[in-house]
């Protein structure tokens, strides 16, 4: 009871709300991608049980997240794997009648927890640091505190999300770019490739600005020519076996 009345727990349960609110917003767009083919009345179950999932997984990885951030190549393969799922989502069509409602629906709670998965490095690590400092002997505690806290927010924005999505089509497309962005950013900050590329960073160990944004750009971009690409050689084969 006494941890209640510590003003220093109650600032790193806002810190850790904050955190997850404002990186917030990318998982609210892949959750918003994963679930725009289903149908109306899957698509709350599917944000539901998708951020449960995803955050049940970023629960499990706060414990060993400093650790494996420090394994050369790790953020690399994740960005690869980020930039695979956003362009299966681009060109995932949403009127797939022959797959069963219920494959559909677990399909895309398996797709927003891998994405989460792979973007949950920088919210474990801010989690993480806000829970060491005003955590005490309860550090696991409040983090579990704080991201279940962020669901409403998290359910809420992807409703939005969604929404936006049925009455503007582009915005499926720059979701797609937010995450080929968030590739291109989280694979120029790999440890292993800093190593192996040292002139990407300055002497203090940061990426260079112009590497940090070029690969962005060059990642959001690279996502939408790959779903344009997919897209016609996939219309083409569907031509060529008529």
């Known amino acids: 009871m006494a941890l209640l009345t510590d003003p220093t727990f109650w600032f790193a ?27 109306e009345h899957q698509r709350r179950q599917g944000i539901l049980w ?4 995803a955050i049940v997984v970023r629960i499990a990885l706060i414990g060993v997240a400093l650790s494996l951030l420090g394994i050369p190549f790790l953020k690399l393969m994740g960005a690869a794997l980020l930039l695979w799922v956003a362009v299966k989502l681009l060109t995932e069509e949403d009127g797939e009648h022959e797959v069963d409602a219920s494959e559909r629906l677990w399909g895309a709670i398996k797709t927003i927890v891998l994405a989460d998965l792979v973007m949950s490095v920088d919210n474990v690590i801010g989690v993480t640091a806000a829970a060491d400092i005003g955590g005490g002997d309860h550090k696991m505690s409040l983090v579990i505190f704080g991201l279940l806290v962020s669901i409403p927010v998290v359910v809420w924005g992807s409703t939005f999300v969604i929404r936006l999505m049925d009455r503007f089509p582009w915005v499926i497309t720059v979701g797609g770019m937010v995450m ?14 800093l190593q192996f590329i040292p002139a990407m960073a300055d002497e203090a160990g940061h990426v260079l600005a112009w590497v940090y944004n070029g690969a962005g750009v060059v990642c959001a971009a690279g996502v939408v020519l790959a779903a344009k690409w997919l897209e016609r050689h996939q219309a083409s084969q569907a031509v060529a076996q008529e």
């Open 50 to 53: 998708g951020t449960v999932g």
């Open 180 to 193: 080929g962005w968030i590739a291109g950013t989280m694979a120029v900050t790999d440890p292993g490739l």
């Open 13 to 39: 349960v806002g810190q850790i709300i904050l955190i997850d609110i404002l990186l917030g917003g990318d998982n609210a767009i892949v959750i918003a991608l994963a679930c725009r083919g289903l149908p």
